[in-house]
């Protein structure tokens, strides 16, 4: 068993593309490895910023030869399709191909015995294919490259088995092309020149020698701990980030982590503002004092060992900070020198959509929709106005200018410092949540409604130009802002039907879908879900889900299991009769009649029937689902019963049959007042 | 590659950065051409790069060009913001298999000791709507600071490029307030301290940011503007007819000018702003296009 080591150096790769390019380059390389016929035990790729790289272990040396028949057309057919077949299996003509019966005829086939031989043979036309097929998210030409590439390739080392394969990538043009090799380069600035590796673990410890590590876990490892550690000497603690984590790894070779500090002047600027510039815009780490506050100290992770011991690279990095502070700093002062009121008519010089006019028409529409909001939901009318009016005020502030991810932020800070009302200036920074499922939803009767207001009508607006999300395409985030509602609604147990504010239907059945999307993340099982929205007609989301929990509940009990039972077989003898008479769905509907009903069993059914209908229809109105399904309960006997000793399709007597249909139709009928039972998959 | 030069020593105020450059690419065996003489946004609108980019014949060119970004002024008030600022260009065509290493050798020419510092390459896209141009490559940071953009342009009016180019821009005063240690680009040195007569920056241009801030925001005659606009894209028009693709693209160039004084002056409407870009795009397409046909009829 052998190993197989490539390694693909580049110019820096950018950090977003590492992960999934590694990941690729592995799927493609085993793949390819399936294909032609070749095992393998283990597979592993890394990467860094200029270097992906793939392990194989247990590859065999040698590979069998391998037979292989294949059938041919039957003997006799035209030349055509037996040309095919010999084409197809490399043959030159029929006398290399033998004739067998197959007991559906005398059928040609013909024996194909693919050679073995060094794997190392094979393994070069793998490599190719998995270079050519690699989907990086952008890539381009480089010199006088056809070839694309991420970035542009320098080496490549391909060893087998200790042994360089033979292969080579040519760019293409006038470009030498690159050969496969054994010889790799380290650091960019802590290593020189080239070194040449023999296998695996040669290489692995030839990079770290020359300052490179080469797992990303590793790296990522001495971030943490070493920004840790930096942390604890100075008695703060790291706010950790697995996302920037993820980047810095993928920004340095070698990473070293370091200790910064922010100007104290800097420090009664929101911290917000303070993290935007430091995490965003610089990658630094921030950190937190002993009170859970945001501390004036920062962790940059360098990918150099600096000779003075990054007194030089920390001191440029406070710099470039201080920079930006700087920036935020006046923008923070004079900002606060303007009221929000003031800036509003601001907001019709900014374009919301070519389509949909500008951000103060979109601010008329989202108070008009706050207040109405409002009124149902008993928020603090003056207060829904003013926030709503104000809510993108900030827009138009430097600030926000400068760092538009700060927008709501800011709006909330300059609003508290014009002593507006809290629930007005919380409502101004809270409008744009929840901006993703784990983000927190608005909980403050003012924030419900501005932020329900700015969410429904980003999609009764879009909606009315035909901008409806298709497939993966969501421009304007439609579906995030149609699951913000949701959650707003629900997790407020707001009692808010939408339809009013939804203007047409397709746009309700939007929801619906969404609902779903977010009940089955939830673990809520989806024919539950649909046999409740199937209902149709609710769009109170808290009424809908009640029963969508009730139903889930009931469906767990054994009465509620057994029931589900009976209903399939009163459903399915009615709908196979319905099938045979197409008039038979309208005679049947109704109750039946109870002159007709002559077996106890049936009666007893009729009777539980009317007591269920009776408990469920005030428990419904009662909205107690929970109630209406313990109803249910009663029916499972009867029902039994009746399947046991009553014979439904009595061919000679054909007004019992009816009325005995009638009894089961009406099963049916009454529990689907409750849920669509059909939909519920057994 | 070519040996870098020695002769200088490190840069002590802003024209020796310059200096320092052009002797450092001259050395690499660029051109040292000077900047094209009409107002333009950026080093990239030179025809040492928009059109050289195009074609099939190799081309090794650096140059300082004055850049103008109307909408950038800031009365001289801002220590970082200009609306005139100057950028230092290298192209290669094609890209060299060691650029990246030759210009980290420009870092060191200019006084950056990479061990000292940490130099790092993050990814950034360049596109150019207006000149219908895109390339992939990377911002430069030195110790968190861009110090410069790295281009592989893959697109040039529209047209997929023959030969890559590698284009390197510097950005003078940014870079020189990180080299000389100064927090307003109007106390950088220009010559030397001890020169007989020492300059800063702001001796030389304060003046200009506070006039022609005030011309771009307030004075600028719109109607004019307008009225130019309107011309050099009819001349723009009519000597791409004539196939004369240098001249056209001076008035693609001046159009473009036109264009960011009338939207500094807020007089251009965001909905009006994407197709006054897109009529400069179809100028600098047609010259392009123009120009690339004379390049492969000479090849």
């Known amino acids: 068993m052998a190993e197989l080591l490539l390694e693909l150096l580049s110019e820096e790769i950018p950090a977003r593309m590492q992960t999934r390019a590694a990941d690729d380059l592995k799927r493609l390389i085993c793949d390819g490895l399936k294909g032609a016929g070749i095992g393998f035990e283990k597979a592993q790729a890394f990467v860094t910023p200029r270097r992906l790289a793939l392990v194989i272990d247990g590859i065999p040396a040698v590979r ?98 200790g042994q360089v394969l033979k292969g080579e990538v040519s760019p293409g043009g006038a470009m ?19 070194f040449e590796v023999a296998n695996f673990a040669d290489y692995v410890a030839k990079l770290r020698a020359a300052h490179v590590i080469l797992d990303a876990a590793e790296r990522k490892a001495i971030i943490l701990e070493g920004a840790r550690k930096l942390c604890g000497e100075v008695q703060v603690t790291l706010n950790e980030d697995e996302g920037l984590l993820e980047e810095v790894a993928g920004l340095t070779e070698w990473p070293v982590p370091m200790l910064g500090s922010i100007d104290e002047q800097f420090m009664d600027v929101p911290p917000e ?58 923008f923070w002062d004079q900002d606060r020198r303007t009221t929000l009121e003031s800036r509003v008519p601001g907001l019709k010089q900014i374009v919301f959509h070519a389509k949909l006019g500008t951000q103060a028409e979109r601010v008329e529409r989202i108070v008009r929709l706050a207040g109405e909001i409002a009124k149902a939901t008993g928020a603090d009318a003056a207060a829904v106005e003013l926030a709503a009016r104000l809510c993108k005020a900030d827009l138009v502030t430097g600030m926000v200018g400068e760092f538009p991810e700060l927008q709501g932020v800011m709006g909330r800070y300059y609003a508290l410092g014009e002593k507006l009302p809290a629930p007005v200036a919380d409502a101004i920074g809270d409008h744009y949540a929840p901006a993703g499922p784990n983000d927190r939803c608005p909980t403050a009767p003012v924030a419900i409604a501005v932020a329900l207001a700015d969410k429904l009508d980003a999609l009764t607006a879009f909606w009315s130009i035909g901008e409806k999300p298709t497939g993966s ?22 009692r808010l039907p939408l339809r009013p504010f939804l203007e047409v239907d397709d746009l309700l059945a939007f929801f619906a879908e969404r609902l779903k999307v977010q009940m089955r993340e939830k673990g ?23 029963r969508v929990e009730a139903l889930q509940a009931f469906l767990g009990t054994e009465a509620g299991k057994n029931l589900l039972t009976a209903y399939g077989r009163a459903a399915n003898i009615v709908r196979a009769e319905e099938k045979k008479d197409k008039g038979l769905a309208a005679t049947i509907a109704g109750a039946p009649d109870a002159a007709l ?86 | 590659m070519s040996n870098p030069s020695a002769a200088r020593a490190k840069p002590t105020c802003f024209q020796e950065l310059i200096l320092t450059l052009q002797d450092y690419w001259a050395a690499q065996g660029c051109l040292i051409l000077q900047p094209f ?88 896209d360049w596109e150019s709507p207006t000149l219908g141009a895109w390339g992939l490559g990377w911002e430069v940071w030195c110790d968190g600071m861009e110090i410069t953009q790295f281009t592989y342009f893959q697109q040039v009016g529209g047209i997929e490029v023959d030969l890559v180019a590698g284009e390197i821009t510097y950005g003078l005063e940014r870079l020189a307030m990180y080299l000389f240690d100064k927090k307003s680009v109007y106390d950088l040195p220009f010559n030397r301290a001890d020169s007989d007569v020492p300059l800063t920056y702001g001796d030389v241009f304060l003046q200009n940011e506070r006039e022609q801030s005030a011309y771009n925001f307030e004075h600028a005659d719109t109607e004019m503007l307008f009225r130019h606009f309107a011309d050099a894209e009819k001349e723009c028009g009519r000597l791409v007819e004539k196939k004369l693709p240098l001249p056209a693209y001076e008035q693609c160039i001046k159009a ?42 000479a090849a």
Request: with cysteine; glycine share 8%.
């Open chain 1, 524 to 546: 809520v099982r989806h024919d539950v879900v649909d046999a409740v929205v199937s209902l149709g007609g609710e769009d109170d989301l808290v009424r809908l889900l009640a």
């Open chain 1, 597 to 682: 009903l002559e077996q106890a069993e049936e009666k007893a059914v009729a009777s539980a029937l009317d007591e269920v209908s009776r408990a469920v229809k005030p428990a419904l109105a009662a909205e107690d689902f929970v109630g209406a399904m313990a109803a249910f309960a009663g029916l499972r006997g009867p029902i039994d019963a009746l399947f046991d000793k009553v014979t439904v399709n009595v061919t000679d007597r054909p007004e019992i049959r009816l009325n005995r249909l009638k009894l089961l139709n009406q099963i049916r009928a009454t529990m689907d007042a409750v849920a669509d039972f059909s939909k519920i998959e057994g």
């Open chain 1, 273 to 330: 503002v303070l993290i935007v510039s430091m995490k965003v815009h610089l990658r630094f780490f921030t950190t937190s004092g002993a009170n859970g506050k945001l501390a004036n100290r920062f962790v940059v992770v360098a990918n150099n060992v600096a000779r003075d011991g990054g007194k030089t690279i920390v001191a440029g990095n406070e710099r470039v900070l201080r920079g930006r502070l700087a920036d935020a700093k006046f």
């Open chain 2, 37 to 124: 003489d009409m107002e333009m946004g950026a080093g990239t609108f030179h025809t040492a790069t928009t059109l050289r980019a195009l074609g099939p014949k190799p081309w090794y060119a650096a140059y300082v060009q004055p850049s103008r970004r109307p909408g950038d002024g800031r009365y001289g008030e801002n220590p970082m913001r200009l609306q005139h600022y100057y950028q230092f260009q290298a192209i290669l065509k094609p890209s060299p298999a060691d650029i990246l290493e030759r210009y980290l050798g420009s870092l060191q020419a200019i006084g950056i000791d990479t061990t000292l510092h940490d130099i790092r390459f993050v990814e950034d």
């Open chain 1, 473 to 494: 395409r969501d421009p304007f985030a439609l579906r995030r802002a149609a699951l913000g509602v949701i959650r707003i609604i629900v997790e407020n147990r707001l």
């Open chain 1, 176 to 194: 030498a092309p690159i050969a496969f090799g054994d010889t790799t380069r380290g650091h960019r600035f802590l290593s020189k020149g080239t």
């Open chain 1, 64 to 161: 069998d030869d391998v037979s292989e028949e294949k059938r041919g057309p039957r003997v006799g057919a035209p030349d055509q399709a037996v040309q095919g077949f010999l084409k197809g299996a490399g043959l030159a003509s029929l006398d290399q191909a033998e004739k067998r019966d197959t007991g559906k005829g005398e059928f040609w086939f013909a024996v194909v015995t693919k050679k073995g031989g060094p794997t190392a043979d094979a393994l070069p036309a793998v490599i190719d294919g998995a270079l050519k097929a690699l989907p990086w998210p952008k890539s381009m030409k480089w010199g006088s490259s056809t070839m694309q590439w991420v970035r542009p390739l320098q080496s490549i080392v391909a060893l087998f088995d």
């Open chain 2, 256 to 297: 473009s000018h036109a264009f960011n004084l009338l939207d500094a002056r807020g007089v251009i409407s965001v909905a009006e702003r994407q197709s006054y870009i897109l009529r400069v795009r179809e100028l600098a397409k047609a010259c392009c296009e123009t120009w690339l046909a004379t390049q492969k009829e």
